[in-house]
Structure formats: structure tokens, C-alpha cells
């Protein structure tokens, strides 16, 4: 099976609406006239991540083929560049972009193995524009 991976034509999640938290990985147990005990349940836990991007009405056919014929309707994973660290400038111990011989930085490079998740694609109209938000499910 290949997995699919995420268009190049489309742009990177927009930072306003990008958020990030945990998968509950306890299991809580109860405890009689004591406060709850909790213990793990998975040895390894995804995080969800809500993010939207802005596109064209191209932007969005894009979208949608990869969406439905892709990843079947949000049912398959897919990679992904990772918005936190992609395309990124690596620094240096002070905070200085690190370069090149020819003075260009160096640019880091990451991705994540997601699904859908529970925020299947939501799709809004801005003027001529769509902004679609939707999570993910990133992998361990």
C-alpha cells in the first residue's frame, strides 16, 4: 500500500488557528472513598492538531481530490510536512540562522505520518478564497 502525501501546491497551515494537544492515553480507574488512580493505556500516543489553510478555488479542487480520492474520505493516513518545523531555518546556539557556503540557511525538513481526525474538513468563504480547518491525527 502507498500511503499518499500531502500536496506540495497546497500552503502551509495558517498559524492563528493551529493548536495542539495530547491524545487521553490514561486509563482511569476508580477508586472507592479515594481520589482516581490512572495508569496508561497505549505504549505509544498520537496528538491531535487543528489547523486551517486559506486557498484558491484550485487550492480547494486540490484539497478535495486529495481528501475523497486519496485518503477515501479521511479513512487512509497520509504524510505530511511537519508546520512546526518544515521549511524552518536550522540556528545556531544564539539564535543565528545557520548557512551555507553560498550564504543560503539552512532550511530543516520534517514530516508527520497523520489520519483525519475527529474535525473532518469544515470549508468557509472569504471573498474569492476558502478556508478550510480540519485536525489531524499525528502519529507516534
Same mark, same amino acid.
Given at each position: 500500500?502507498?500511503?499518499?502525501?500531502?500536496?506540495?501546491?497546497?500552503?502551509?497551515?495558517?498559524?492563528?488557528?493551529?493548536?495542539?494537544?495530547?491524545?487521553?492515553?490514561?486509563?482511569?480507574?476508580?477508586?472507592?472513598?479515594?481520589?482516581?488512580?490512572?495508569?496508561?493505556r497505549f505504549s505509544g500516543?498520537?496528538?491531535?492538531?487543528?489547523?486551517?489553510?486559506?486557498?484558491?478555488?484550485?487550492?480547494?479542487?486540490?484539497?478535495?481530490?486529495?481528501?475523497?480520492?486519496?485518503?477515501?474520505?479521511?479513512?487512509?493516513?497520509?504524510?505530511? &510536512?511537519?508546520?512546526?518545523?518544515?521549511? @524552518?531555518?536550522?540556528?545556531? !546556539?544564539?539564535?543565528? *540562522?545557520?548557512? $551555507?557556503?553560498? #550564504?543560503? &540557511?539552512?532550511?530543516?525538513?520534517?514530516? @508527520?505520518?497523520?489520519?483525519? !481526525?475527529?474535525?473532518? *474538513?469544515?470549508? $468557509?468563504?472569504? #471573498?474569492?478564497?476558502?478556508?478550510?480547518?480540519?485536525?489531524?491525527?499525528?502519529?507516534?
Amino acid at each position: 500500500m502507498t500511503i499518499p502525501t500531502w500536496p506540495a501546491s497546497l500552503p502551509k497551515p495558517e498559524r492563528d488557528s493551529w493548536s495542539q494537544s495530547p491524545f487521553e492515553a490514561r486509563r482511569k480507574r476508580q477508586t472507592e472513598g479515594l481520589p482516581p488512580a490512572f495508569s496508561r493505556r497505549f505504549s505509544g500516543v498520537p496528538e491531535t492538531v487543528a489547523l486551517s489553510i486559506v486557498v484558491s478555488r484550485a487550492g480547494r479542487a486540490v484539497f478535495d481530490q486529495f481528501y475523497k480520492e486519496d485518503t477515501s474520505f479521511g479513512a487512509k493516513p497520509f504524510y505530511m &510536512p511537519d508546520p512546526t518545523t518544515d521549511g @524552518w531555518a536550522l540556528l545556531d !546556539g544564539a539564535g543565528n *540562522p545557520m548557512l $551555507t557556503e553560498g #550564504g543560503q &540557511p539552512i532550511l530543516l525538513s520534517a514530516q @508527520w505520518l497523520v489520519f483525519f !481526525g475527529d474535525d473532518l *474538513p469544515k470549508q $468557509t468563504i472569504e #471573498g474569492v478564497r476558502f478556508r478550510l480547518a480540519f485536525s489531524v491525527m499525528v502519529m507516534p
